[in-house]
């Protein structure tokens, strides 16, 4: 009987310092190369669990407990309606902005919101950027999860460890080129 | 020779031997805090540092707390968030977290076994400081009991 209980503690010991010891799961990463006479290559590789850890413990200005104030609207645009209505209908290119400098498309496939920007712009100074932003919409649902005119940053960190590896933002530019993805990794290529 | 006289300095040098071992593997086990600052200019200034990690709780218990005292209670807001910061730099595995490279700078935050290593070097020095995590822990509760006032 103490032999068995000795047995049972042991794999018992074994297991917690398992699950205690075991890294955290997914890593956000970001990326950003200057291309200029700088030539500046910044790298960052964080655990979303300590993200996770870290926000709500934050309270300073519009950031409190993981929550970000905002006001609600932007130029009269109810998000939550809007995103709503783009949850509950078929994939499809939703908003198309076609400029002579500068397309816009934002879609909904395969369960992700997609933003694309492409810019065309010319003369000596141009620097046009690529843009390609592509979140999960269960995501942007956690971010509008919390009460009306907030942000819940948190909720949406905790929907994103949910995924696996992710290319969240891509822009790709003349002067700077900027990559924010998620993996299992915990360091970038 | 009385047989005491040999066994009594063989003792002291035991338990001697064992405090100083004991004391050996208490430190290397803490850590040590490493600043190293490495002018490259000629003649310019090298500094070394290096306190065993053990032995700076025991020092800032020395240190009067009005030191401790911050302005305002803007800093203290931010103590819960580096206390939660550090707990999961405990989990986290080893890994750069943060890295700067450029012509003329490198800037590198890593963070190995129990320690967090920052490492720049540009062209005016090379700045190496290292500390293990539990170390900032003790300071973080040094700056809480310094500082009291209503859970943030």
């Known amino acids: 009987m103490m032999k068995k209980m000795m047995v049972a503690l042991i794999v018992l010991l074994a297991v917690a310092t398992t699950v205690m010891a075991a890294p955290p799961g997914q890593w956000i990463h970001v990326r950003v190369i200057s291309n200029g006479n700088k030539g500046e290559t910044v790298r960052i590789n964080v655990p979303m669990s300590f993200a996770e850890a870290v926000l709500p413990t934050i309270c300073a200005n519009k950031l409190r407990h993981g929550k970000i104030k905002f ?3 932007i130029d009269d645009l109810d998000l939550r309606s809007v995103f709503q209505a783009v949850r509950d209908s078929p ?7 076609e400029k002579p400098d500068e397309s816009v498309r934002v879609a909904k496939a395969g369960g992700n919101l997609l933003i694309k920007v492409r810019q065309k ?3 000596k100074n141009a620097d046009n950027e690529n843009v390609d932003v592509k979140v999960p919409l269960t995501v942007v649902q956690a971010l509008l999860s919390g009460n009306n005119g907030e942000l819940d940053v948190l909720a949406g960190i905790h929907a994103l460890s949910a995924h696996g590896n992710m290319e969240l933002v891509t822009v790709n530019g003349q002067s700077e080129n900027v990559r924010i993805w998620t993996d299992t990794r915990n360091t970038s290529e | 020779m009385h047989p005491l006289a040999i066994k009594i300095p063989a003792v002291i040098m035991a338990v001697g031997a064992s405090i100083v071992g004991t004391a050996a593997i208490v430190t290397y086990d803490a850590g040590a805090v490493r600043v ?4 490259k200019k000629s003649h310019g200034t090298n500094v070394h540092v290096i306190v065993p990690a053990v032995l700076v709780p025991a020092v800032l218990e020395f240190v009067p707390s009005h030191n401790f005292h911050m302005k305002s209670g803007e800093t203290r807001k931010w103590l819960p968030a580096v206390k939660a910061a550090l707990r999961e730099l405990d989990r986290c595995p080893d890994a750069t977290l943060v890295q700067v490279t450029s012509p003329g700078e490198n800037v590198n935050i890593s963070k190995r076994g129990d320690s967090i290593y920052i490492d720049v070097d540009d062209p005016g020095e090379t700045v190496h400081v290292s500390f293990p ?3 900032v822990r003790s300071v973080v509760q040094k700056l809480e009991e310094s500082n009291p006032g209503p859970p943030v």
């Open chain 1, 121 to 123: 712009r010319t003369g």
């Open chain 2, 36 to 39: 190293s600052v490495v002018e």
């Open chain 2, 133 to 135: 995590v539990p170390l």
């Open chain 1, 91 to 97: 994939d499809n290119e939703f908003v198309t902005v």
């Open chain 1, 71 to 73: 006001d609600g609207k």
